[in-house]
């Protein structure tokens, strides 16, 4: 069974790419997020995959399904864990960083979920109530800044700690959200709007930012 796979890419379609491994043109089932992240490398560049093997008695035909890192093989096979998703429609799924939707199961955001590919309210309901306490460790994983980046806006690096402060309130003790949940919300919209200056401005862009996921 095949597990891993690395060499050159050769071409790629809506739902899958071509990887050229050992004189072997593979064809392989990524996710729309993990087909942008490799599909903007150079040609020359080595792409690694971590593959998920499927074949079923009803699909004899194997399906070679590749992530770019192991956790998001681990999630993934979480996420088929759910009655009603199968592997071809978790992967369709998945058009947004593991972690955001880790995030979205661990703060029970249905109306988030609902809006992935193929998932639906009801769907989004069933994620919660089979994966809820059980992908924290995912959602919790959020990549490194790049030597010398610049340091984002957020509420650990707040430029007005007062207005950080009451947004946070009166997401947790209002609106019922969870505090890593708060945390994300404001860290999201402080990155793509560095000027806020009050509460007011604050909340409407949070809004703003949960209603274009």
Do not use: C, W
């Not at 004189?23 to 903007?40: D, H, L, N």
């Not at 003790?173 to 919209?189: E, K, N, P, V, Y």
């Not at 793509?192 to 209603?211: C, F, H, M, S, V």
């Amino acid at each position: 069974m095949i597990g891993y796979l690395e060499g050159q890419l050769l071409e790629g379609d809506t739902d899958a790419i071509l990887l050229l491994a050992g004189q072997v043109g593979y064809e392989i089932q990524v996710s729309p997020f993990t087909r942008k992240e490799v599909m903007a490398r150079s040609r020359e560049d080595t792409v690694r995959l971590y593959i998920y093997y499927h074949v079923t008695e009803r699909q004899p035909r194997p399906v070679l399904i590749g992530f770019l890192e192991p956790e998001d093989k681990a999630f993934f096979q979480l996420f088929i864990s759910v009655a009603a998703i199968g592997p071809m429609k978790a992967i369709k799924a998945m058009v947004r960083p593991v972690g955001e939707i880790a995030a979205a199961i661990e703060d029970k955001q249905v109306p988030l979920l609902a809006k992935l590919p193929g998932i639906g309210p009801r769907t989004a309901e069933k994620i919660v109530a089979t994966l809820h306490g059980k992908t924290r460790e995912f959602a919790e994983t959020t990549p490194a800044s790049p030597p010398g980046s610049p340091v984002p806006v957020s509420p650990e690096n707040p430029e007005n700690p007062e207005t950080v402060a009451m947004v946070t309130g009166v997401l947790v003790d209002q609106l019922g959200h969870s505090s890593a949940s708060a945390q994300r919300m404001i860290r999201a919209a402080l990155e793509k709007n560095p000027g806020i200056q009050t509460p007011e401005a604050l909340l409407d862009a949070i809004y703003q930012e949960g209603a274009g996921t």
